[in-house]
C-alpha cells in the first residue's frame, strides 16, 4: 500500500509530461486526486497494510498528516482543472507534472520511518513545488521563488545536521547508530542528552523553516501569495504539516527519552513568537492572499505552541492539523475566485465581492469566520481544545497570551476581509467576463461542508485516529 500512495501519484504525474495535450492534460490531476484518496482511505480501514517495510511504516502520527493531504488535495484537484481551464494561454505541462509529484513526495513523508528518508522527502517538495510558484512568470513569481528555495533550502540544512547529531548521540551513547524511528524509540533513555538537545533545536529550526515558523517564516509570505491558488492551498494545508510531522517524530524521540521539559520550552515560546509576528503584519494587511499567508505563521504557531503545551493539548492540536488544511483551502480557493474577478489582490482595487462573485465572496467571509475560531467551525473546536489543554497543564499565561493574539488576529484579518466582501465593485471589474464556475466553487462548497461537520460532530474514525495517536506518543499501544 505504500509504493501505491507514492508511486501512484509519481506515474500519473510522468504520464502527464508525456500526453501532448494541453486541453486533457489537467483532468489526469482530478483522476489522481480520486485515485490517492481512495488508496488512503482503504490504508486507514486495514491496519494490517500500514507495514510497508523498516524505512515505511504509516503510524499514527502520519495517518492523520496523510488524511489532510489526500483529502485536500482531492479537492484541490478539481479546482485546479478549472485554474488550468481559465488559464489555458499558459503551458501546464510543468504544472500538472509538478503537482502530481508534489502528491506522491508528500504521501513519502507521512510513510517514512526513517530520519534520512524523511530529509530526502522533504528536500524533493522544495524542488516539486518551486516551478509552481513561478507558474505565473511575473517579476514578484520569481522573486518568490528564489527566496522559497535559498531560504528553505539553509534550513532543511540546519535540517539535515540535526538528523546527523541525532545519529551520533547514539554513537556517543555507545549504541549502533540507526536513524529508524523504532531503534530511536527503543533506545532513546539511553541516547546522549547535549547531543539529543542540540538535534532537536537544529531540527527545529530546520524543518521550522519549512513549517513558517517565525523567524524563519521570510519564505512564506511571498510563496503562498504569489503562486497559483490550488498551490497555495496545498502548501498551505499540505506541505505545512508535512514539516510539523517531521518536529513531532523529534518531539517523540526526546518524550520517550525523557526530555518533554527540555523541548516543551522552545516549542512555546516559537508558537507564541509565530503568532505574534502575524499580528503584526495582519493588522492593516492590503493584499488579501498575502493576509491567508500570514495566517498560516499563525496557526503553525498555534501547532508549536500546542505541541509544546503536551499530552492535554494534543488532542487539540492533531485535529488542528485536519480543520485547517481544509479550511486554508477554502479560502485561498474563494480568494483565487475575487483575484481571477478582479485582476488585483489589494483591498485598494477589490471591494464589494459579494456583489460581484456572490459565492465566491459571501465563501470568503465565512472561510474568515472558520480560520479564525469562530463557532460552529472545526477551528472552533481545536482551538478550543488546545486552551482547554493549557489551563489543564497550569498554563495560564500561555493561556491568556493565546487569548489575546486570537482576538488581534480576528481584528487584523476582520478589517481586510470586509473591505474585500462590502462595498461596490468598480467598473473595471465589472467589465471582466469572469464568472463562478461549476468546477471554481463547488470544491469551496465541499470544503465547508467538512468544516462544518467537524465543528458539530467529529464522526468516530477521525476520533479514534487522533486518540491512538495520542496513546502512541504516551507510549501506549
Known sequence: MAFALILF?????????????NRFRPWLIPVTGAVHFALTVFALARPDLTAGSVWLV???????????????????????????????????RAFCFCFMAFLGLMSLVTWSHHLGLTWVAIEATTLATAPLIYFERTPRSIEATWKYMMVCSVGIALGLLGTFFLAYSSLHAGLESTLTLEGLLKH???????????????????????????????????AHSEAPSPVSAMLSGALLPCAFLSILRM??????????AFVSRPLLWMGL???????????????????????????????AMGLGIGATALFGTLLHVLVHGLTKGMLFFSAGNIYHAYGSKSTEQVSGAMRRVPLSGTLFLVGFFAITGSPP???FISEFSILNGAFDAGRYVTGGLFLFLLLVVFIGMGATVLKVVQGRASFEARSR????????????VGLLLLVLL????????????????????????
Not at 467576463?433 to 469551496?444: E, H, M, Q
Open 433 to 444: 467576463p469572469y464568472r463562478d464556475t461549476f468546477l471554481s466553487s463547488a470544491p469551496i
Open 273 to 303: 513568537f509565530s503568532m505574534g509576528v502575524a499580528c503584526v503584519f495582519l493588522v492593516g494587511q492590503r493584499d488579501f492572499k498575502r493576509m491567508l499567508a500570514y495566517s498560516s505563521v499563525e496557526h503553525m504557531g498555534i501547532l
Open 377 to 379: 467551525f472545526g477551528p
Open 58 to 92: 504509516l503510524d499514527p502520527f502520519g495517518k492523520i498528516i496523510l488524511l489532510t493531504v489526500s483529502t485536500l488535495f482531492f479537492f484541490c484537484s478539481f479546482y485546479a482543472a478549472g485554474y488550468l481551464r481559465h488559464c489555458a494561454g499558459h503551458p501546464n
Open 9 to 21: 501519484p509519481i506515474l500519473m504525474a510522468a504520464l502527464a509530461a508525456a500526453l501532448p495535450s
Open 251 to 260: 518531539y517523540h524521540i526526546c518524550a520517550a527519552a525523557g526530555d518533554v
Open 188 to 222: 532513546a533513555p539511553q541516547l546522549s542528552k547535549p547531543w539529543l538537545h542540540a538535534a532537536f533545536l537544529l531540527l527545529l529550526v530546520g524543518y521550522g523553516t519549512k513549517m513558517g515558523l517565525a523567524p524563519m517564516h521570510t519564505w512564506l509570505p511571498d
Open 454 to 477: 467537524l465543528g458539530v460532530y467529529i464522526p468516530a474514525p477521525i476520533t479514534a485516529l487522533i486518540r491512538d495517536a495520542v496513546l502512541f506518543l504516551e507510549g501506549q499501544p
